[in-house]
């Protein structure tokens, strides 16, 4: 395998296609990971990459993609947690949680948990993909109602699952950081990609419309940048395990996200609604 490798999801589209693009070209090798198979497999295909597909809406599917990622990768640099979103309706999944949730948090909790061993023998970095809006809409975070049974609101549960990874990459470092593992979280900018396409959002009318351009959302290239800059610096050095980068600069997050018992909550309960897929796991 040459080079650096990074495995990468959400790189069928907008920030991580584009940071799987820029890390390809700087002679990396990407795991090109997506939902949608002809998307993942026109962009694997052009960059001469292997891509895998899975829907994290399920995570027995989540569990089948770290087996097969176990068995291709035996050294993983960077694993990069950036797929994700906001969704029409408060959906359960076939799991029985709320969908924002699962796809942007728990599905990557189970995946980095799946592969950790992997990870700390390499000793890698986890990057997850956050956003401003855990402090814009995050407010109402409650480690006891992650499904938000009593909160319903598609814009609060996206909040609540960015500041999931921001609460997730600490307590990744505060566990594992010693034994080598190395993690950060950032914000990448508004990015005019595909997110909230398609839903009834009023984002959909802020992403999709003229709109884009009077609110001067940046393009993909730029939303990968900070990506990019984690994955290719060497923490200690170009970054701080465990900190929440902006435009590859150190920014504080939300009180809420600065929690450390929270953090700790929040890995707990993830773990116990993973148990039944972390069989034979680290
Ligand atoms: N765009 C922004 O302004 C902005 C701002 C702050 C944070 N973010 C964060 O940046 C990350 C990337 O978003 P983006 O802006 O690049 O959006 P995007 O263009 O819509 O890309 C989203 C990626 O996530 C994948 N994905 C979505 N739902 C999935 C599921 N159920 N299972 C597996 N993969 C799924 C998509 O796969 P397919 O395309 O194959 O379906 C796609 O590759 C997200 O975590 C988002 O929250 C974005």
């Known amino acids: 395998m040459e080079g650096r490798v990074a495995l990468i999801t959400g790189a069928s589209d907008g920030v991580g296609e584009q940071a799987a693009r820029a890390l390809a070209a700087r002679g990396w090798t990407v795991g090109v990971i997506g939902r949608t198979e002809s998307k993942a497999r026109r962009i694997a295909d052009e960059l001469g990459m292997p891509f895998y597909v899975a829907d994290f809406a399920s995570l027995s599917a989540v569990r089948e993609l770290a087996l097969r990622l176990r068995a291709d990768f035996p050294r993983v640099d960077v694993l990069a ?8 309706r ?16 728990l599905a990557h909790f189970l995946l980095t948990r799946l592969m950790l061993d992997r990870l700390l023998e390499s000793r890698a970095a986890v990057v997850n993909t956050s956003s401003v809006a855990h402090k814009l809409i995050g407010f109402n ?34 566990r594992f950081h010693a034994a080598g593992l190395s993690a950060a979280s950032f914000h990448p900018g508004m990015v005019a990609t595909s997110f909230a396409r398609g839903t009834a959002s009023p984002m959909n009318l802020f992403y999709h419309t003229g709109l884009r351009r009077l609110l001067g959302l940046i393009p993909p290239e730029e939303g990968a940048d900070t990506l990019v800059w984690l994955a290719e610096g060497t923490p200690g050095r170009d970054w701080e395990s465990g900190k929440y980068y902006v435009r590859r600069k150190e920014t504080t997050p939300s009180r809420k996200a600065r929690d450390a018992g929270l953090a700790r909550a929040l890995w707990e309960k993830s773990e116990a609604a993973c148990a039944p897929f972390l069989a034979g796991a680290l």
């Open 90 to 105: 408060q959906a359960r999944t076939a799991d029985g949680h709320e969908i924002t949730h699962q796809v942007n948090h």
């Open 141 to 174: 975070f409650d480690v006891n109602d992650l499904d938000m049974r009593r909160h319903r609101s598609q814009h609060l549960a996206y909040g609540n699952a960015k500041l999931c990874n921001i609460l997730f990459s600490s307590e990744l470092h505060r």
């Open 81 to 88: 947690n950036n797929a994700g979103g906001i969704f029409s």
